[in-house]
Nanobody
């Protein structure tokens, strides 16, 4: 059973930074792709970023490109999302997700494992 546990959310002023963490445990076959999604109030869950565990290849949504950085720590089984230059519109619940794929998926249905989410609130 794969388990994902997010942490690091909180309240930050616009222009500030936060780092989200995702602790991964369980079957290693699912550590092929790790992704971050977010869901703002009244909106659908959207793709933010993803990383392929095997080689570190990353992919970002246009809305966060240049501001967010996804990374992984193989030894600690952790995935991080460094968020800089935060904007009010980044306010959302952020979810860590995983699935055993080779190509990097960006659709919610393509991920089979999800964390419980962590709230990020950016004040304007």
């Amino acid at each position: 059973q794969v388990q994902l546990v997010e942490s690091g959310g909180g309240l930050v002023q616009a222009g500030g930074s936060l780092r989200l963490s995702c602790a991964l445990s369980g079957r290693t076959f699912s550590r092929y792709i790790m992704g971050w999604f977010r869901q703002a109030p009244g909106k659908e869950r959207e793709f933010v970023a993803a990383i392929r565990w095997s080689d570190g290849i990353t992919y970002y949504a246009d809305s966060v490109k240049g501001r967010f950085t996804i990374s992984r720590d193989n030894d600690k089984n952790m995935v991080y999302l460094q968020m800089d230059s935060l904007k009010f519109e980044d306010t959302a619940v952020y979810y860590c997700a995983s699935d055993s794929r080779v190509s990097i998926p960006t659709m919610e249905y393509e991920y089979g494992y999800w964390g419980q989410g962590t709230q990020v609130t950016v004040s304007s």
